[in-house]
């Protein structure tokens, strides 16, 4: 399988319930990102996360990073219809920055 | 907010044509990519640009490609002959730095008949 790859593949969930996200990915990485893409449009930024660190927080956003089993989740809190989209992981594959590889990303829907 | 802005929005060309798609990254911003989003499938990386040079690019960046930043402000990717396989969504991007926060554009819809 390709570096980054995201189960599941699609996760459709009530308004108010949690959606957990996880990534799997198969080098050395100095960070991990999470990316959130609406149909067709650019990806955005939702979180980084160092190799060094297990556990990070952005408002209803939860990251952890498990670097010995290369695998990283990512947990939304009381979705919201508005979180409908993809979600991608991206790592640097160990170069630093030079270089980022997109895992296949989980397309989540959240029913109102 | 500044953002990072592309034109056109959609391109359509015939196989075998030379285009160039335009990208306007964030102005302190040092470091710029290419990205490329087939229909459907995940989202791959092409190319990273720093200091004036190619810093990184994947397999799929072969001689047909190439990037260019003309002025202080422009960062451009030209592909010299296309092929019905380079129809994809093409997404710049940008970062102050290296390792960090990518800002993406909206991307150019590239059509090759």
């Known amino acids: 399988s390709q570096q980054g790859e995201e189960d599941p593949q699609a996760l459709s969930i009530q308004e108010g319930e949690n959606a957990t996200m996880n990534c799997s990915y198969k080098?050395?990485?100095?960070?991990l990102q999470w990316y959130r893409q609406n149909s067709g449009r650019g990806l955005v930024h939702l979180i980084l996360?160092?190799?060094?660190?297990r556990e990070k927080h952005s408002g209803r956003l939860r990251v952890t990073l498990d670097t010995s089993k290369k695998s990283s989740s990512l947990l939304i809190t009381a979705s919201r219809a508005a979180d409908t989209a993809s979600y991608f992981c991206a790592t640097d594959g160990g170069t630093g920055g030079f270089k980022t590889i997109f895992g296949a990303g989980t397309r989540l829907f959240v029913k109102a | 907010e500044p953002e990072v802005t592309q034109t056109p929005s959609h391109q359509v060309t015939q196989m075998g044509q030379e285009v160039i798609l335009r990208c306007v990254p964030i102005s302190n911003h040092l470091y710029f990519y290419w990205y490329r989003q087939i229909l459907g499938q995940k989202v791959e990386f092409l190319v990273s640009?720093?200091?004036?040079?190619?810093?990184?690019k994947s397999e799929i960046f072969d001689d047909q490609f190439s990037v260019e930043r003309p002025d202080g402000s422009n960062f451009t990717l030209k592909i010299r002959s296309t092929k019905l396989e380079d129809s994809a969504m093409y997404f710049c991007?940008?970062?102050?730095?290296?390792?960090?926060?990518?800002?993406f554009g909206p991307g150019t819809r590239l059509t090759v008949l």
């Open positions: 640009f720093y200091n004036n040079e190619i810093s990184e």
């Open positions: 996360i160092r190799s060094n660190e």
């Open positions: 080098t050395s990485i100095n960070n």
């Open positions: 991007a940008s970062s102050i730095g290296q390792g960090v926060e990518q800002f």
